[in-house]
């Protein structure tokens, strides 16, 4: 079992709404990544980080953004939410090497009313 | 374009039986594949990796197989429990560096009936 958490696991709220999902892991890895995943689809990178202070925008498109300022520390905001951005986003990290396993976190459902 | 093609999208067998799901990809230049097991509600989890030098390699009731000319996987399951229901993910990284980047497949949903 990874030790990458995230909160909440759920969470249902109105547009337009400011919200930010946690993700948090203990392994000291270096790069970490949010993904989106609707039911039945692929998951889609949305932002990535080799570090602290460093984030990348993913393939795919995303009105979220991310910080990260401590090595175990990946929020995601959105600034105003939509119905549109109702998803599954998982959190993952990584260590640095050549196989570049991912250890994803349980996950968040987000749903916007 | 880059893809990860998985079948069948979905499988049902039977508590003990055996089964195979497929991907095939188109990712160039390959580096790595691996297969996730994601249980409803929860993260993905590795089962296996392959890199392109390796045909085969298992991880308990799960094997995997590869074969990068064809550009083909296979992860099979042997004798199969009610705790293998999840959906099978297979992942191929064109770059083994830090920069490497990753292309999920859509998954193969397998329930298991007692």
């Known amino acids: 079992e990874a030790d990458i958490y995230q909160t909440p696991r759920y969470l249902v709220i109105g547009t337009g709404k400011k919200i930010t999902l946690e993700c948090s892991q203990t392994?000291?890895?270096?790069?970490m990544y949010w993904y989106q995943q609707d039911p039945g689809m692929e998951l889609h990178l949305i932002h990535y980080s080799y570090g602290v202070n460093s984030t990348e925008k993913g393939d795919l498109s995303s009105e979220s953004t991310v910080s990260r300022i401590r090595t175990e520390h990946f929020p995601l905001t959105l600034e105003s939410a939509r119905p549109s951005h109702t998803s599954q986003y998982l959190c993952?990290?990584?260590?640095?090497?050549?196989?570049?396993?991912?250890?994803f976190g349980p996950g968040t459902r987000l749903t916007v009313l | 374009k880059n893809q990860v093609e998985q079948s069948p999208q979905s499988l049902i067998i039977l508590e003990g039986k055996n089964c195979t799901l497929q991907?095939?990809?188109?990712?160039?230049?390959?580096?790595?594949l691996r297969w996730y097991k994601q249980d409803t509600g929860r993260g993905p989890v590795s089962l296996t990796i392959?890199?392109?030098?390796?045909n085969t390699k298992s991880n308990g009731r799960y094997t995997a197989t590869l074969d990068a000319d064809t550009k083909q996987s296979s992860l099979h399951i042997t004798a199969s429990q009610l705790s293998d229901s999840a959906s099978y993910i297979c992942v191929v990284s064109d770059r083994g560096s830090t920069l490497g980047r990753l292309y999920f497949g859509r998954g193969t949903q397998l329930t298991v009936w007692p």
């Open positions: 991907c095939n990809y188109t990712v160039s230049p390959f580096s790595n």
């Open positions: 392959m890199t392109f030098s390796e």
């Open positions: 392994m000291g890895h270096d790069k």
């Open positions: 993952a990290s990584s260590e640095r090497g050549t196989t570049d396993t991912q250890y």
